[in-house]
Every structure is written in structure tokens, then in C-alpha cells.
């Protein structure tokens, strides 16, 4: 499975970003190749550039006076109306505390089945407590999110994998006064 994740944060190393790579090892571990594309890089592709050859598209954005970024938002307006079509769709939110994301993967869920996207159950939202710095300095993730990032991964598979799978034919008419 190839997997984009995109981090809305107009501060590329941002909490977002973090969250989405956590996601993205998750993705790694189940064998997926993962991209990250952070809209704050000047350098990089516009979305609409990007090809649609992705089978899991993540949206992670950190909160914005209680909605998704302004950065993310312009460039999700700039993508075709079925962008997302047939594509397993994650959404990750990082606020300043832990109840703080939940309205923003409510926006961006919506947002994400306009486009054509099947959105995973599982979403997550964090904050910095989640990032509390570990015994030698570096970030220790909270043990919950990792599992929510395990969580979120599996579905993502899942999902890609059966939009992949033909659809079954439809059953044959029953002859006349079958039941």
C-alpha cells in the first residue's frame, strides 16, 4: 500500500508533523511505503500537483481556533472535487490539550467524503503531554497514542485493501417462484 500523509501545520517539525509520522511508522511496519508531504515546505508540491496514486491519504492538522489550518484548507480547495475518490482517508489533530482535536477531525471528515474519501473510524487527536520528553531528552510517546496510531494503521490497510478488491457481481434474478 502506498500511503501520503500530509501535515497541515504551517510549521514544518510541528506537533502535527510528529503525529503524522508516528502514524507513517505505523503505515511502515504493516509493509505500506509512506510520503509525507508538509504544506509548510516551501519547496514542495502543491497537493494539486500531487498524483492520486495513493491508497491511504492522512490529514493531520493542528488546531486552529477550533477547525483545521488555514494552510490545509487552501490546499484541499485547490484538489478536484473527487480527489479522494476510492482512497482510505486518516485524519490526526494536535491541539493544546487532549479534548481540544476532536472537532477538527469532525471538520475534516466532511470535508474528506466531499472529496470521495472513506474515512477510517479511528481518529486521533493529541497534544503536547502526548510528547513528553523521555529519560535521555528525546520525545516519549504516551503508550495510548501509540496504540491509537496501531489502530488507525490497521484500518488504513484494511480499507485500502478492500477499495482494491473488485466489487462482487450482483446475484443472478431467482427464477420464478423461487424464495
Same mark, same amino acid.
Given at each position: ?27 511502515? @511496519? ?6 509525507? *508531504? ?25 488546531? %486552529? ?9 487552501? @490546499? ?17 489533530? %494536535? ?44 520525545? @516519549? ?10 489502530? *488507525?494503521?490497521?484500518?488504513? %490497510? ?8 473488485? @466489487? ?12
Amino acid at each position: 500500500m502506498h500511503a501520503l500523509l500530509i501535515s497541515g501545520s504551517p510549521r514544518a517539525g510541528s506537533g502535527t508533523s510528529a503525529l503524522a509520522a508516528l502514524v507513517g511508522d505505523a503505515l511502515l @511496519a504493516r509493509g505500506a511505503t509512506v510520503t509525507l *508531504l508538509e504544506l509548510a515546505e516551501p519547496s514542495g508540491p502543491r497537493l494539486r500537483d500531487v498524483p492520486r496514486s495513493y491508497e491511504a491519504v492522512v490529514l493531520a492538522s493542528p488546531v %486552529h481556533h477550533g477547525s483545521y489550518s488555514g494552510l490545509l484548507k487552501l @490546499a484541499l480547495d485547490e484538489v478536484p472535487g473527487d480527489w479522494l475518490a476510492d482512497t482510505a482517508v486518516g485524519l490526526l489533530a %494536535h491541539g493544546s490539550g487532549p479534548r481540544t482535536g476532536s472537532v477538527v477531525c469532525e471538520h475534516l471528515r466532511t470535508v474528506a467524503r466531499a472529496l470521495g474519501g472513506w474515512v477510517a473510524p479511528t481518529q486521533i487527536a493529541a497534544c503536547p503531554a502526548d510528547f513528553a520528553p523521555g529519560p535521555h531528552g528525546a520525545p @516519549a510517546q504516551d503508550a495510548s497514542l501509540l496504540r491509537r496510531c496501531e489502530t *488507525l494503521a490497521a484500518e488504513l %490497510h484494511r480499507c485500502a485493501r478492500m477499495l482494491r478488491t473488485p @466489487a462482487p457481481l450482483p446475484m443472478a434474478a431467482a427464477a420464478p417462484g423461487a424464495v
